[in-house]
């Protein structure tokens, strides 16, 4: 450790204090009233996941509120949307199946972890469950849940994530069209980028 890299856990607990027993004791391992109410609430969650090589990759993912169904105690679903085809997020499940989920609700500053491992259905009792948007999905995510507890509000009040005041005007950074442009050197104008852009979020929206 002479380089300050902390290779280790030994290392680590020689920086960090022992967790309290009630950071560790709030790991209920399912979905309780409380989780299943936050599920249904919640608009937007991230996944984690990683490849057979052991490289990460985290990919948003959102809907009506309750677009992630709970299923049962120990196991969610969630409708794949039509996407960019990368099929980052699918590939990785099929190679290693291990996920982390955090779930946000707007204006709340806690949020739900839920870690577990993840498997792809097609099922098509399962997929039904997802017909009353105009487009069915491609596919339903199946997360069997391992852990699942609250995490504080410590990150989204030291962001101010939820406060308008914090906002930027989007002026102030560039648009996607801008950024594909420059980074792919392409020959386009930038708004005929973000207008495509923009019909292809309109038309795959659901």
Known sequence: MADGTLRTEEDLRGTYAMPGDPVLAKDIRHIDA???RFIELSPFCVIGTSRADGFGDVSPRGGAPGFVHVLD??????????GNN????????T?????????????VN???RVNGTASISTDPELMARFDAEARPPLSVMVFEVKEAYMHCAKAIKRAGLWDPAAQIERADFPSLGQIMRDQLSLDVEAELIDQALD????DNLY
């Open 86 to 93: 990368r099929l980052d997020t699918l590939g990785n499940i």
């Open 199 to 202: 019909q292809d979020a309109r």
């Open 95 to 107: 190679a290693n199946p291990a996920v982390g989920l955090l779930f946000f609700l707007p204006g």
């Open 34 to 36: 409380h989780c299943a």
């Open 110 to 112: 806690e949020m739900l």
């Open 73 to 82: 105690k120990t196991h969610l679903a969630m409708p794949d949307r039509p």
